[in-house]
């Protein structure tokens, strides 16, 4: 055995697919953590340690930016990982990893007979060993050419924590045989030789024990072969023990939905936080697809569904988290579900670039809609998701994890997730996205967080409805406004400013695009804003390039708006601005966009709030922005 001690600074958490009955019933789980190495970066970025939380198991975001939180070089003897797996301990605060030791990017499918163990006991210092199963065990395992996907199981029994994988001999022939081993107290390496736990009619590989009910369950990729021997189906099947050790009963059925359509492999299978039941989830490794399916007593299983998710899993495994644990990691690796922060000043969000604000005000909150400038300020828009948050005084914050992405859009693969803006209607809430040339589409959620799904599959607006524009960009920030009367108008353009009304379903248009004239002294750029006050509708929106925010006024809200002139000059350190304009707590305020954080500018901007205000006729005061934090009325 070669084994190298490492003290890792991380915050990791785990991800496992087994955690007894009994003890997930004795803490306050607040969410999930999926542990998964990636499976669509460059070859030499792949095989390392990735992490993604989840509030509810279904929509997972990325830690770390879907970057290695532990790198494979400083871990493995091969320089890679694969199929990680990570239990929380008996104790409920000591953790195990185990993974494939194995880089494909540089030796290919060729020999692996390792395995990495790991250890921590406050989940931010870890250890790390790697055994040599040839090279521990010469005599019997000295032939072992593949030891792929172990995994960790408690044995109550011995009150040992057992680890088990598939071992493939250099004669091929003896099949894929599931051995099992007692990891030592330090967890660093085996008590004794591997022993043979399970060996499946036709072999089997990524085995996933789940107790429940007295019963063991054991999930694995299984096949069906011919009389000749010839595999003709594979998929996820099932055995089952009343031993931890054996005798195991096959259960040939396929538990997958895609037996025998579409390879499918790395099933884990995780307890639902809430009680209602299991989830089986895999990998369809040829097509880039994760997807899962429920169950209440791992018997019988839903149809599948995908997870919404913003990286690319291979063979990865869950746990649920405390609160506790999933602020720690957030804590290290950046916010992708919901905490709170303070902010004490412009620009208002300082741990994230955002742009292109849309507020909605609910009462005494008022809820932030923001894009996502991903750091780096890159040349360009680099935007993957939007972003929410909220707030009653301006001062303490809630960040929610992402809404929408426009990845969840199939009609804009290769969009940005330009300027939105969400709108609610008999109890539903609207959210309208620009995706640069892809055009205006529309996605619905039931709750103001979301999640929201694409409502239309389709773009509600193109170019092609842009009829005074010629340039592909001109179908885009799109703004809704609703009128006392319960009518609702969307509002879009860039150089020419359009406007339709809506159908009461809020998904279709419902009458003749008219094309706004806003005059040529502050011409018309993007991101219209609309308003009413004291029976008068007004409009903001950027004004020349670089932008700066002008604003009309109108008796009817499709016009005729008469330019007012300028709210506000050039934004600092940012080409483009965004107005947005709400009522909170008796006080106006003026929200729009620059690039005033370190490292900020065109392609890495911070959204700003000010106090606006209004002169005896209606006129809006020059606002003159600042690094103040505003004083609510």
Known sequence: MTMKTTVLALCLFSSVSMFADNHEGDKDFAGYLFTYFEGSSKNTELEHLRFALSGDGINWHALNSNRPVITSDSISE??????????RGEDGKSFYIVATDMNVAKNGWGRNPGIVMMKSDNLTDWTSSHINLSATYPEDFGDAYWVWAPQTIYDPEVKKYMVYFTLRRKDKSKGLVTYYAYANDDFTAFESEPKELFNAKFGSIDNDIIYH???????????????????????????????????????????????????????????????????????????????YQTSKDLKEFSGPKPFRKDFNPRHGTVISLTGDELARLQDKWGYVLKHDFVSDGNPVIRHKHTADPAAMVVGDTLWLFTGHDEPGNKPGYHMNEW?????????????????????????????????????????????YVSTNWGGIGVAVADKITGPYTDALGKQLLTNDDCFASSHSWACIDPAVFTDDDGTSYLYWGNKQCYMAKLKDNMLEIDSEIKLLDLGDEHPFTEAPWVWKKDGRYYMAYAAEWPEKIAYAIADSPEGPFTPMGIISEIAGNSNTTHPAIVKLHDQWLFISHNGGLPGGGSGSRSVIIEPMEYNADGTIKKIHPSSESVTLK
């Open 213 to 291: 009910n007295g019963t063991y369950h054991l999930f694995y990729k299984g096949n069906t072969k011919d009389t000749n021997g010839k595999e003709i189906k594979n998929g996820i099947q099932k055995a089952v023990s009343k031993n931890l050790h054996g005798k195991w009963k096959e259960d040939f059925r396929y538990l997958d939905s895609y037996a025998g359509k579409t390879p499918v492999e790395g099933s884990a299978v995780f307890k639902k936080n809430d009680g209602s039941g299991y989830v089986l989830m895999y990998d369809l490794y040829t097509s880039g697809k994760y997807e």
């Open 78 to 87: 091969t320089g890679g990982i694969r199929d990680p797996h990570i239990l």
């Open 387 to 431: 972003l929410l948050f909220s707030t009653t005084d301006l001062k303490h914050w809630t960040e929610y994890e992402s809404p929408l992405k426009v990845k969840d859009f199939d009609w804009a693969p290769a969009g940005n997730a330009f300027a939105a803006h969400v709108a609610e209607k008999d109890g539903k809430y609207y959210f």
